[in-house]
């Protein structure tokens, strides 16, 4: 909890509102000390973070190391947001598990072609309110 | 480069021009094969990213690996933008650096206290505009 009567520490419920409003969020992968952030696409539904991408270092990082932390954030004149959440990165392999995912509609900027989906399972959330 | 009709990489000039617009970014920091994002206030200037922080973890993180990824990016309706660093954080100490530092002007959301400073050199970066 914060202890500044500017910020307030969401529930967990008003957190995944916050990440059920937003489609693009920033994954950050680390292997052996080395760390990476990318920008995703993403749907959160069930509690889970759906992600689309397509083969790549992301995907490359990830099966070595599939304990990731995402962000979403919003930023208004008086208002801000903030969610972080730490998890375990899956690449779905499972016909239910696509199917699961495909389920979300998400799409991503660009029509192209994004065949791979990532589930993260949260195991550590937290979001923020600001206000000014 | 990319392949891409619709995805160009940016020159370095362009990455730090989109860098000069935004003053929200993600930091990411990894101790251990323990991934960590935060977002935070910066300020881009002379080559580099500043920082304002207070004291937490995310200096914690950093003390102990100041090789950290920093991520920017913006979305519009047919246009988007991201930006993607890797380089070594810095914790300021000496008052050179902290003149140097605080002649950014950067502000922070809340008018709260944010004494230390950060500084990021980066060792690689990238960006890309997207249309569609």
Redesign the interface.
Known sequence: MSD?P??RELTEDETWEILGKHQ?G?L????????????VNFAATNRRIFVRTAPGSKLAEIAV?G?????V?E?GADL?Y?V?L?GAAEILEHDDDITDAEATGLLT????HKPVWLRITPTAMSGRR?T?
Chains 1, 2 share one sequence.
Request: hydrophobic fraction near 50%.
């Open positions: 500044q500017n910020i693009i920033r950050a992968t680390a292997v052996g000390g080395d760390v990476e952030i990318f920008p190391n304990h990731v932390a995402f962000e954030d930023v801000a903030s972080v730490k900027f660009l029509d192209t600001f000014r």
